[in-house]
C-alpha cells in the first residue's frame, strides 16, 4: 500500500466547501450559496405580488433585474427568474383567452392591466382586433 503525505490526506479527507456567495446577493450572509438565497420550492404567487409585479412593469417595462430589485414587495422574496417566468405565464394566458391558466389566478383588474401591458411592451394584438 502506498503511503499519502501527511496533508494530503487530510484535504482528502476534508469536506469541500461549495457556494463561495458570490452570487447569493447583498442581503444573504457572506459564504451563502445563491441557491440557498430564494427557495427551490414553488411558492404561488399572491395577489398583492401579482399587483406589485404590474405596477413594476408599468414603471420598469421589462427591466427584471430593477424590478426585483426596487420592487418593495418582491425584493428578496422573488428571484428575477421567477419574475420573469410570471410575466412569461401571464403572457401565455393572456394568449390563451384567459382559458387554462393553471397557477395563473387573476382578478379582473389584473386581466385588464396585463391586457394592456401585453399590447403596450409586448406589441400583442388586442382582444377583438
Known amino acids: ?3 499519502q503525505p501527511a496533508g ?3 484535504a482528502a479527507a476534508a469536506p469541500v466547501a461549495r457556494g463561495g ?3 447569493a446577493g447583498p442581503s444573504a450572509p457572506p459564504g451563502t450559496p445563491h441557491r440557498a438565497r430564494f427557495s427551490t420550492g414553488k411558492k404561488p404567487w399572491s395577489e398583492s405580488e401579482t399587483d406589485a ?3 413594476a412593469l408599468e414603471a420598469h417595462d421589462k427591466s427584471y433585474a430593477l424590478i426585483a430589485a426596487e420592487s418593495r414587495l418582491l425584493r428578496g422574496v422573488r428571484s428575477k427568474v421567477d419574475i420573469k417566468d410570471r410575466w412569461r405565464n ?3 394566458a393572456y394568449d390563451r383567452g384567459w382559458t ?3 397557477g395563473v389566478a387573476l382578478t379582473a383588474a389584473q386581466k385588464a392591466k396585463v391586457t394592456d401591458l401585453a399590447v403596450r411592451l409586448e406589441g400583442r394584438v388586442p382582444p377583438g382586433s
Request: no cysteine; hydrophobic share 55%.
Open 1 to 3: 500500500q502506498q503511503q
Open 100 to 102: 387554462n391558466m393553471r
Open 90 to 92: 401571464l403572457l401565455e
Open 21 to 23: 456567495g458570490a452570487r
Open 53 to 55: 409585479l404590474l405596477a
Open 8 to 10: 494530503a490526506a487530510a
